[in-house]
């Protein structure tokens, strides 16, 4: 079972969760008013295995808000430039050299200052974490586009809202550790570990488009 830090595990809408899942803690926040899609424990545990597989480092904290379309509109314009809702946006601390080199379609290079800055920022005191970032996901999107058909990473599969919010939160946290779908090579690294943490959840979608479990 998850271990959470003196929270329930259902605790009350607003309310924020410390899950630890060593070596990461996952701080996980309901809005008020939003639906009770996936448990916190459930939504936690699919970044963990998501921050694993990206090889982030530890020990260390994110944040994940499960919000509305209102909240992910407001930041989509405040921070991209962007009009209207999306699904999910993500807000990395450190940068994608912070993280297990891969196939990005561009060469990067990599300042060995810069490295050496990064090693020194996760070399903390016994007891505190460095934070890799936070992710916003809008339940209110992932539940319409699952209902709609609009979900899975095609944007074309109907199939259950919990599948549809897990895989916005791998997503999410993907973009925390350095991964982006700009260049066709990335994208489709970034959609194998996709599937894979999802199909390691006991979640995916089908050759039909249909729930797997």
């Known amino acids: ?81 962007s009009s209207g809702a999306t699904d999910v946006l993500s807000f990395p601390f450190f940068p994608p050299e912070a993280f297990p080199a891969h196939e990005r379609g561009v060469v990067l290079q990599r300042d060995p200052w810069v490295a050496a800055a990064l090693r020194q920022a996760f070399a903390l005191p016994p007891g505190l974490r460095a934070h890799l970032g936070d992710i916003i996901v809008s339940v209110e999107r992932a539940v319409a586009q699952a209902e709609e058909g609009r979900g899975g990473q095609t944007g074309d599969v109907r199939w259950s809202a919990v599948d549809e919010l897990l895989l916005l939160a791998v997503h999410g946290t993907l973009h925390i550790c350095g991964w982006d779908h700009a260049e066709p090579v990335e994208e489709a690294g970034m959609r194998a570990m996709e599937r894979h943490v999802l199909a390691g959840l006991g979640h995916g979608e089908g050759r039909d488009g249909t729930h797997t479990v």
């Open 1 to 81: 079972m998850v271990g959470n830090a003196g929270t329930p595990a259902d605790a009350g809408e607003g309310a924020s969760s410390s899950i630890y899942l060593p070596p990461f803690r996952i701080d996980v926040t309901i809005r008020p008013g939003v639906s009770h899609v996936a448990s916190r424990n459930r939504v936690a545990a699919a970044v963990r295995a998501t921050l694993e597989i990206a090889g982030a480092p530890g020990p260390a904290s994110i944040g994940v808000v499960l919000s509305a379309d209102s909240e992910l509109a407001q930041l989509n314009a405040m921070h991209m430039g």
